[in-house]
């Protein structure tokens, strides 16, 4: 098992497209009831754009003279008499085409036009000028570029053209917009031919790149390309974007666009959709920029892929490589949650089956019945690529032949192999000479067993192949989504309803179980099924088509893109939803700070102070950050408090000698107070027996988990897991942590609290907002207050002054549980105080993301941070830079 973590899902059977687009009305009704901002736009972002644009005509470029004769004799002379002329319109620009590639994703997001405004955004490929000619993008003016956008935005695809597409209904053209992205050639080219294509590609495909590259590959040299596309793309969505957009980004060329897309646009909802594969955490690890680009994918709201696995893989990568956490349904990356689920693409179904019947078909489907007549046929189409597995399948229909001699001379394989963007010579010789062999050893005078035609084939033929079949065998070695197979579905239906093989590593498997499925390196299995295949009795072939016809046809690309508004929508308001916390305004800090007359410091230690370590122990507190203490807590109107998880030894090993500090223990159990040297046990009254059943659960978690251990303070005991692998450690947490709230919660005054890499109990009436409650009333006159943290601990501090930032202009308190404790003891009243602080002297503070979900105000990025803006208060510049 790769995860313990399961991704959200939503069963593909369940799937219809009415109901989803009621869905999708109905949360869009409630977000705007709610006074939520929807545009109504789907922006989506795709590597191409899905036109071809030839430049006819180049603005400030003079067309060449016409060529003079060559004798004088080519020249008569004619006198004309002068006719009137009349106002002739200048040629377009711009002529524009329709781009092949990527059907069932562009029917699918036109299809949305029938309910939303459609925007897509991509790269405008290599400019040609119209005799072919390729020219730098930079030498297109801008009054050029500008006539462009004019000439796609009146473009619409025609219906009668042969080879299109994406043809389709004229509304639908009508409501969809093309955002051009111009790029420079180096790094256009650089990005895709380089870093996609010969890093990323072969990767999530489980091959490495020196495994395909011809000459010594560097898996980064073209990363930096790779970045300043995905930057170009970023600041296009950015100059195009409105509020309530809805934007998807599509596929591996883009996983650094959402990371990007957040630090310009921080509340947009973002989905990214990876149609590739994404491979296990093993395969993914070996990738040098594989932070990088996790972060840039965890930028979205919502990653969305394939199949089930591929987002397992991809939760594993997060938790495994870099170390971060799960949340409910998706990823935490310093506050920010990234949904995790998967839908896979269907075909546009309805476009297929009438293409299925054009009038040019018939007669190139007759003639391959003619011609093959009395033979079993078998098709593939396939790209020549190396996961495409065509060598499998060739050396699989090679032992066809041997073990099942019977149809030597009773069955073909038709195989064409289309050109690949990254055609490997040495793959095709491959493919050559393995045909060549086979046609040799088991071919004669009348019997040819392998037809390879290695050509782009039209859209008849390819049709006519797949409708006169009686068998079709795909066998990719890895694939995200492969059109052919349920294109032959819909083409079968008219004919013999043949039975399909079908690779097991695709991501369409899981939902065409009716196929015959097999493992394309055992040569032998697949053999068997190519046999089982064209032996198999009309009954079962009826049966298996008829399901597989319903998945193909219920399951379509319009279905996927309603899915994935559906998904988006349903981000919106949730936990995955980005809460913009400000950055911390140092400016309005250093004005209030100057005017109060006293002032609150409430600091966490792990992660405010010093960053988050893998060992507890070396967690030291750097020169700037004991520098600023000190200063701060030099000054008379200053009141410094340390509020931490840990015990009072550490605090007093790395803090102790800063005497005007206060400190507060193990989440409030314990307290020191500035200038004193005595800890007051806030717990001393409390009934501490729980703790040795607490420690014996643990034991028995820590004995079954590698690298865990047990912290035990004198007011709460932890049991960390951070040096444990990743997915157990976290498994055994949420065992423990159920184990713990279902048999000890309920019966004991305690509280079970998940940490970093941690699970916690301790008494219930004790937490760090007890203490800030605490430091509060017995300084009811202070008028500024400064309180930082970074964690879900932290949030119980930030929810005690979550009442004193609204505009009330005399908050009263009234004494917490802690101060009531020990005033039962001591016989001391405790009357409500009146509390000189006013909303904007409040500075709640989040070490984080500035999309964190939290109750602080203001947020800072990095602990360095928070020490650069307490030494800016007192006026020193930061002394160490790394601090």
Request: proline residues 6%.
């Given at each position: 098992?790769?995860?313990?973590?399961?991704?959200?899902?939503?069963?593909?059977?369940?799937?219809?497209?009415?109901?989803?687009?009621?869905?999708?009305?109905?949360?869009?009704?409630?977000?705007?009831?709610?006074?939520?901002?929807?545009?109504?736009?789907?922006?989506?972002?795709?590597?191409?754009?899905?036109?071809?644009?030839?430049?006819?005509?180049?603005?400030?470029?003079?067309?060449?003279?016409?060529?003079?004769?060559?004798?004088?004799a080519d020249v008569s002379i004619t006198i004309e008499t002068p006719t009137p002329t009349t106002a002739v319109d200048?040629?377009?620009?711009?002529?524009?085409?329709?781009?092949?590639?990527?059907?069932?994703?562009?029917?699918?997001?036109?299809?949305?036009?029938?309910?939303?405004?459609?925007?897509?955004?991509?790269?405008?490929?290599?400019?040609?000028?119209?005799?072919?000619?390729?020219?730098?993008?930079?030498?297109?003016?801008?009054?050029?570029?500008?006539?462009?956008?004019?000439?796609?935005?009146?473009?619409?695809?025609?219906?009668?053209?042969?080879?299109?597409?994406?043809?389709?209904?004229?509304?639908?053209?009508?409501?969809?917009?093309?955002?051009?992205?111009?790029?420079?050639?180096?790094?256009?080219?650089?990005?895709?031919?380089?870093?996609?294509?010969?890093?990323?590609?072969?990767?999530?495909?489980?091959?490495?790149?020196?495994?395909?590259?011809?000459?010594?590959?560097?898996?980064?040299?073209?990363?930096?390309?790779?970045?300043?596309?995905?930057?170009?793309?970023?600041?296009?969505?950015?100059?195009?974007?409105?509020?309530?957009?809805?934007?998807?980004?599509?596929?591996?060329?883009?996983?650094?666009?959402?990371?990007?897309?957040?630090?310009?646009?921080?509340?947009?909802?973002?989905?990214?959709?990876?149609?590739?594969?994404?491979?296990?955490?093993?395969?993914?690890?070996?990738?040098?920029?594989?932070?990088?680009?996790?972060?840039?994918?965890?930028?979205?709201?919502?990653?969305?892929?394939?199949?089930?696995?591929?987002?397992?893989?991809?939760?594993?990568?997060?938790?495994?490589?870099?170390?971060?956490?799960?949340?409910?349904?998706?990823?935490?990356?310093?506050?920010?949650?990234?949904?995790?689920?998967?839908?896979?693409?269907?075909?546009?179904?309805?476009?297929?089956?009438?293409?299925?019947?054009?009038?040019?078909?018939?007669?190139?489907?007759?003639?391959?019945?003619?011609?093959?007549?009395?033979?079993?046929?078998?098709?593939?189409?396939?790209?020549?690529?190396?996961?495409?597995?065509?060598?499998?399948?060739?050396?699989?229909?090679?032992?066809?032949?041997?073990?099942?001699?019977?149809?030597?001379?009773?069955?073909?394989?038709?195989?064409?192999?289309?050109?690949?963007?990254?055609?490997?010579?040495?793959?095709?010789?491959?493919?050559?000479?393995?045909?060549?062999?086979?046609?040799?050893?088991?071919?004669?005078?009348?019997?040819?067993?392998?037809?390879?035609?290695?050509?782009?084939?039209?859209?008849?033929?390819f049709y006519a192949l797949l409708s006169v079949a009686d068998l079709a065998v795909i066998t990719p070695l890895r694939?995200?989504?492969?059109?052919?197979?349920?294109?032959?579905?819909?083409?079968?239906?008219?004919?013999?309803?043949?039975?399909?093989?079908?690779?097991?590593?695709?991501?369409?498997?899981?939902?065409?179980?009716?196929?015959?499925?097999?493992n394309p390196w055992n040569l032998g299995d697949v053999a068997a099924a190519m046999n089982r295949g064209l032996l198999?009795?009309?009954?079962?072939?009826?049966?298996?088509?008829?399901?597989?016809?319903?998945?193909?046809?219920?399951?379509?690309?319009?279905?996927?893109?309603?899915?994935?508004?559906?998904?988006?929508?349903?981000?919106?308001?949730?936990?995955?939803?980005?809460?913009?916390?400000?950055?911390?305004?140092?400016?309005?800090?250093?004005?209030?700070?100057?005017?109060?007359?006293?002032?609150?410091?409430?600091?966490?230690?792990?992660?405010?102070?010093?960053?988050?370590?893998?060992?507890?122990?070396?967690?030291?507190?750097?020169?700037?950050?004991?520098?600023?203490?000190?200063?701060?807590?030099?000054?008379?109107?200053?009141?410094?408090?340390?509020?931490?998880?840990?015990?009072?030894?550490?605090?007093?090993?790395?803090?102790?000698?800063?005497?005007?500090?206060?400190?507060?223990?193990?989440?409030?159990?314990?307290?020191?107070?500035?200038?004193?040297?005595?800890?007051?046990?806030?717990?001393?009254?409390?009934?501490?027996?729980?703790?040795?059943?607490?420690?014996?659960?643990?034991?028995?978690?820590?004995?079954?988990?590698?690298?865990?251990?047990?912290?035990?303070?004198?007011?709460?005991?932890?049991?960390?897991?951070?040096?444990?692998?990743?997915?157990?450690?976290?498994?055994?947490?949420?065992?423990?942590?159920?184990?713990?709230?279902?048999?000890?919660?309920?019966?004991?005054?305690?509280?079970?609290?998940?940490?970093?890499?941690?699970?916690?109990?301790?008494?219930?009436?004790?937490?760090?907002?007890?203490?800030?409650?605490?430091?509060?009333?017995?300084?009811?006159?202070?008028?500024?207050?400064?309180?930082?943290?970074?964690?879900?601990?932290?949030?119980?501090?930030?929810?005690?002054?979550?009442?004193?930032?609204?505009?009330?202009?005399?908050?009263?308190?009234?004494?917490?549980?802690?101060?009531?404790?020990?005033?039962?003891?001591?016989?001391?009243?405790?009357?409500?105080?009146?509390?000189?602080?006013?909303?904007?002297?409040?500075?709640?503070?989040?070490?984080?993301?500035?999309?964190?979900?939290?109750?602080?105000?203001?947020?800072?990025?990095?602990?360095?941070?928070?020490?650069?803006?307490?030494?800016?208060?007192?006026?020193?510049?930061?002394?160490?830079?790394?601090?």
């Amino acid at each position: 098992m790769d995860s313990f973590n399961e991704p959200t899902h939503a069963p593909l059977g369940d799937l219809n497209i009415d109901d989803v687009r009621a869905e999708v009305r109905r949360l869009e009704a409630e977000h705007q009831s709610k006074g939520m901002k929807l545009s109504g736009r789907i922006v989506h972002v795709c590597h191409y754009l899905p036109v071809v644009a030839t430049l006819t005509s180049r603005t400030g470029v003079l067309s060449p003279p016409q060529t003079p004769p060559t004798k004088p004799a080519d020249v008569s002379i004619t006198i004309e008499t002068p006719t009137p002329t009349t106002a002739v319109d200048p040629p377009p620009k711009w002529s524009i085409a329709p781009r092949h590639g990527h059907a069932a994703m562009i029917s699918g997001i036109r299809s949305l036009a029938e309910t939303h405004q459609q925007v897509i955004v991509g790269w405008t490929g290599d400019i040609v000028v119209g005799h072919g000619e390729k020219i730098p993008s930079d030498s297109v003016s801008s009054e050029d570029r500008a006539a462009l956008q004019g000439a796609i935005a009146t473009y619409k695809p025609h219906e009668d053209e042969e080879e299109n597409e994406h043809a389709g209904d004229a509304a639908a053209h009508a409501k969809t917009t093309y955002v051009p992205v111009w790029q420079d050639d180096k790094v256009a080219h650089g990005h895709y031919d380089g870093y996609c294509k010969t890093t990323l590609w072969p990767l999530f495909h489980y091959l490495l790149w020196q495994d395909v590259a011809t000459e010594y590959a560097s898996a980064d040299e073209h990363y930096g390309d790779y970045e300043a596309a995905n930057e170009s793309y970023a600041a296009r969505i950015a100059d195009i974007y409105q509020p309530g957009d809805l934007i998807w980004v599509h596929d591996y060329h883009l996983m650094l666009v959402p990371r990007l897309l957040r630090q310009r646009i921080p509340d947009a909802v973002v989905g990214l959709f990876v149609h590739t594969p994404f491979p296990s955490s093993e395969v993914f690890r070996c990738l040098p920029r594989r932070k990088e680009i996790l972060d840039g994918m965890l930028g979205a709201n919502l990653v969305c892929f394939q199949t089930y696995s591929y987002s397992r893989h991809f939760i594993s990568s997060c938790i495994r490589v870099c170390g971060y956490e799960t949340a409910a349904r998706g990823i935490d990356n310093q506050g920010h949650i990234t949904a995790v689920s998967h839908t896979p693409v269907g075909v546009d179904a309805e476009r297929i089956a009438r293409d299925v019947l054009r009038p040019g078909i018939q007669p190139k489907l007759a003639a391959l019945r003619s011609l093959y007549e009395g033979k079993k046929i078998i098709v593939g189409r396939d790209k020549l690529d190396v996961v495409k597995g065509v060598v499998q399948k060739l050396r699989a229909f090679e032992k066809l032949l041997h073990d099942y001699p019977e149809w030597i001379g009773n069955v073909v394989m038709i195989q064409v192999t289309s050109p690949a963007l990254s055609d490997s010579l040495k793959l095709e010789r491959q493919v050559s000479e393995l045909v060549a062999h086979i046609n040799g050893e088991y071919g004669s005078l009348d019997f040819i067993p392998v037809h390879h035609y290695h050509q782009t084939i039209k859209k008849d033929e390819f049709y006519a192949l797949l409708s006169v079949a009686d068998l079709a065998v795909i066998t990719p070695l890895r694939d995200g989504m492969n059109t052919t197979s349920m294109e032959f579905v819909i083409a079968q239906e008219r004919t013999k309803k043949a039975p399909l093989v079908l690779s097991e590593f695709m991501g369409i498997s899981n939902n065409m179980q009716e196929a015959l499925q097999i493992n394309p390196w055992n040569l032998g299995d697949v053999a068997a099924a190519m046999n089982r295949g064209l032996l198999m009795p009309e009954t079962e072939r009826r049966a298996r088509h008829e399901q597989l016809h319903k998945m193909v046809t219920r399951h379509t690309s319009s279905t996927w893109a309603a899915e994935l508004v559906r998904m988006l929508l349903s981000q919106i308001g949730s936990e995955n939803t980005a809460h913009q916390t400000p950055f911390l305004a140092r400016d309005k800090l250093r004005d209030l700070y100057k005017r109060a007359k006293k002032r609150l410091f409430l600091f966490d230690y792990d992660g405010t102070l010093t960053p988050i370590v893998k060992m507890p122990s070396m967690a030291v507190p750097s020169q700037a950050t004991l520098e600023a203490l000190q200063k701060l807590s030099e000054d008379p109107r200053n009141l410094v408090f340390i509020i931490s998880g840990r015990d009072g030894e550490f605090l007093e090993q790395h803090l102790g000698h800063l005497t005007n500090v206060g400190m507060s223990a193990e989440h409030g159990g314990f307290m020191r107070e500035p200038g004193s040297k005595e800890w007051q046990n806030l717990t001393k009254e409390l009934d501490m027996s729980w703790m040795t059943e607490v420690e014996e659960i643990f034991r028995y978690y820590t004995e079954r988990t590698t690298g865990s251990h047990i912290e035990i303070k004198k007011s709460s005991i932890t049991w960390h897991y951070r040096a444990s692998d990743p997915e157990w450690g976290l498994f055994q947490c949420r065992q423990c942590q159920d184990l713990l709230e279902n048999n000890l919660a309920h019966k004991r005054p305690i509280e079970v609290l998940v940490g970093k890499k941690n699970l916690e109990v301790r008494p219930i009436a004790v937490n760090k907002g007890e203490i800030v409650k605490r430091i509060l009333y017995h300084n009811p006159d202070a008028e500024f207050i400064f309180c930082a943290g970074d964690d879900k601990t932290d949030e119980d501090m930030f929810r005690a002054l979550v009442p004193y930032t609204s505009n009330i202009s005399k908050p009263v308190m009234t004494a917490p549980v802690s101060v009531n404790l020990l005033a039962g003891k001591t016989g001391q009243r405790t009357p409500p105080k009146t509390l000189a602080i006013s909303p904007e002297g409040v500075f709640s503070t989040a070490v984080g993301a500035s999309s964190k979900k939290t109750l602080a105000q203001w947020h800072v990025t990095t602990p360095q941070e928070v020490v650069e803006s307490m030494l800016d208060l007192v006026n020193l510049p930061p002394s160490d830079p790394k601090l």
